[in-house]
């Protein structure tokens, strides 16, 4: 599904030249939270996150998934920089306001996301997967600079 709509939302974005962003997001530490609470917290900590990123987005056709085992992307269409950067950083406080408890975490014990935000102008032509690239390597950044934050890319 988020192939499909990615595709989808690259073809519009083609079209209509409105900016489009993708958030990628990775829970912090969440290894050391299943080896200490079990999977099926682990579970319901994922389901808890979930809700918590699609009642963080705006846009009526903005997409929340599940993109590995503790990732998600979200992809954000006519959407700038500056509103993705906003809600990005809107889900890593809203994570943080869940109080998740996480003893092996090193913000407070308590469950944190890193995101990493990647936007298209209308001048770039991307395919699918230089846009999730340089998703990653934003996220990449969140992780090696601490964790529990946002860049964009």
Do not use: W
């Amino acid at each position: 599904m988020f192939d499909t709509t990615l595709e989808r939302d690259l073809l519009r974005y083609h079209k209509s030249k409105k900016p489009l962003s993708l958030l990628l997001l990775d829970v912090d530490y969440f290894k050391g939270y299943n080896d200490t609470y079990g999977h099926v917290a682990g579970d319901e900590a994922l389901i808890s996150i979930a809700e918590t990123l699609t009642k963080s987005c705006n846009g009526p056709d903005d997409f929340v998934c599940r993109f590995g085992g503790e990732e998600f992307a979200i992809i954000l269409p006519s959407t700038d920089e500056t509103v993705a950067i906003t809600v990005a950083q809107r889900i890593v406080d809203n994570v943080i306001k869940l109080g998740i408890e996480h003893e092996c975490s090193p913000y407070n014990q308590i469950l944190t996301v890193s995101v990493g935000v990647a936007t298209l102008s209308e001048q770039e032509q991307p395919e699918a997967i230089d846009f999730i690239n340089r998703a990653d390597r934003a996220l990449y950044l969140a992780k090696s600079q601490g964790r529990n934050c946002m860049k964009a890319h």
